[in-house]
């Protein structure tokens, strides 16, 4: 009987309990972080894989050829390369190039013809060296003129008969040039040169108390043609330039009577000697080098 009462007591418990749990409100639903799947059982039919989404055809696109640029040139500035900076141009030169100052130095040779030469000279030849500057002063086309002067310096010795004698010829003149100029890099010309000529002879005679000398002066006047050719074809700037000349030098004819230097060793006219007339005419050629600028 007591069993019975604790059974009863027991059942009674848990059915006050169930009701109680029936009668509390539902939980809410947790949100899901997976994606709902559903399943063939909880569908009831058949599940197949989706279709693809269609990919989407490409648009055509035109595509134009990138333009190619000249590369750069490099230039060296400082040792250093830098290629951001186009190469610098080359001068290009704006004035005359038939204009210019030219100084030469040349070596001349002048037959003398003069038979009051033969003292001084065994061949009849007078070299000297020659020194010549100019100025262009007229310039048109191929056509210039240019203005100048030339010193001549130069001499000759001969020993004839155990007596030596010797001559020493100096040379001043203007000069006046016409210039033609067919190419940069070289010019024909004629030369008309007006000047003097002052002569300086001596002459040792074991007869005569010391060395009889004597100095005169002369006109003179030559006329010339010749070119000039230079290696450098580009204008502007100093140039070299070889400079062959030909022409004819024509001198007045002076007495040469020699006497000593000292005038007190003169004890007569016989102290004297005259050895003729000398004029330093003759044909001459002259080739010298020169420079532009």
């Given amino acids: ?30 949100p899901s972080t997976q994606p709902a799947q559903t399943t063939p059982a909880q569908s009831g039919a058949p599940v197949s894989a989706p279709a693809p989404a ?29 290629q951001d900076q186009p190469a610098p141009a080359a001068p290009v030169f704006v004035g005359d190039p038939n204009k210019m100052w030219l100084i030469t130095g040349s070596v001349r040779e002048t037959f003398v013809g003069s038979r009051g030469f033969d003292p001084y000279s065994g061949n009849d030849a007078l070299p000297q060296w020659s020194f010549a500057g100019s100025r262009t002063l007229w310039s048109r086309g191929r056509l210039s003129f240019a203005a100048g002067a030339v010193w001549d310096v130069g001499g000759s010795s001969a020993t004839s008969r155990g007596i030596d004698s010797g001559i020493l010829a100096n040379r001043f003149a203007a000069t006046a040039e016409g ?18 000529n002052v002569v300086n002879a001596r002459m ?49 004819s002076t007495q040469m009577r020699l006497a000593p230097k000292n ?21 001459y050629f002259r080739v010298g080098v020169g420079v532009s600028f």
């Fill in 179 to 196: 210039r033609w100029h067919p190419r940069t890099w070289g010019f024909a010309f004629v030369r008309l040169s007006p000047g003097a």
């Fill in 204 to 252: 040792n005679d074991p007869s005569a108390p010391g060395t009889l000398t004597t100095t005169q002066w002369s006109f003179s006047g030559e006329g010339s043609i010749g070119a000039a050719i230079t290696p450098m074809t580009s204008p502007g700037g100093p140039r070299i330039w070889l400079t062959p000349e030909i022409g004819y030098s024509y001198a007045t």
């Fill in 1 to 30: 009987m007591k069993h019975s009462f604790v059974t009863l007591l027991v059942l009674g418990s848990a059915f006050a309990a169930s009701s109680a749990l029936a009668d509390l409100p539902p939980l809410p639903d947790q």
């Fill in 263 to 283: 005038e007190k060793d003169i004890t007569g006219t016989s102290s004297k000697t005259d050895l003729g007339e000398l004029a330093l005419s003759g044909v």
């Fill in 54 to 82: 269609p990919t989407p055809a490409p648009a055509p696109v035109n595509v134009q050829p990138a333009p190619i640029s000249a590369p750069v040139p490099r230039v060296m500035q400082s040792g250093l390369e830098s």
